[in-house]
């Protein structure tokens, strides 16, 4: 220990100088940039027009607000939840067929419908479609999903606490650009 510094109380009216945490703001910016918009949404090439289906009938107008209204803000958790506004799932109806006593088919995996809202109502469409529009990847999209519909919850900030499937995600980026 240094007993050599002496410590004078400051003078009055100017209260302690703030240090700007740059860590902290470096890791602010990074995460605002994470999510914000990479690239501008694409028109959608499946040309689904069923009745549960309807990636055909929107304009690129409208695909560039529903876009917008989800980088409206750059939080993770925000846009989670926009996406869940937007999703609907549901159950699979029975539990697997049974094959015999106490052995049961695998149930269906829970079904997702997407909506896209538009001036002129909702337009469902298909997942391909929904992911090109907002920018997403697939497995972002079946994470907060299935989340979801394990939890019942709404999608919590996880960051900080679960860093590793994040990096692996990051890698598996990574790989995919390649
Ligand atoms: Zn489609």
């Not at 995460?31 to 009938?57: A, D, I, N, V, W």
């Not at 497995?139 to 860093?163: C, F, K, M, W």
Request: aromatic share 6%; with cysteine; net charge positive.
């Amino acid at each position: 220990m240094d007993n050599n510094i002496t410590i004078e109380p400051s003078t009055h009216g100017k209260g302690r100088k703030r240090i700007a945490n740059k860590q902290e703001w470096k890791r602010e910016k990074a995460k605002s940039k994470r999510y914000s918009r990479q690239h501008l949404p694409e028109f959608p090439t499946c040309g689904h027009r069923t009745k549960t289906m309807q990636c055909c009938l929107l304009t690129m107008t409208e695909i560039r607000k529903f876009n917008e209204g989800f980088y409206q803000k750059k939080s993770k958790l925000l846009q989670d939840m926009f996406v869940l506004k937007h999703c609907v799932t549901s159950k699979p109806k029975r539990p697997g067929t049974k094959i015999k006593e106490n052995v049961r088919n695998k149930p269906k995996a829970i079904s997702v419908k997407y909506n896209i809202k538009t001036s002129k109502g909702t337009i469902p469409v298909c997942k391909k479609t929904f992911v090109a529009i907002l920018g997403i990847g697939k497995n972002r999209l079946q994470r907060i999903v299935s989340r979801y519909h394990q939890t019942g919850g709404l999608p919590a900030e996880n960051r900080g606490g679960d860093q590793i499937s994040h990096k692996t995600d990051a890698k598996r980026q990574a790989i995919k650009r390649d």
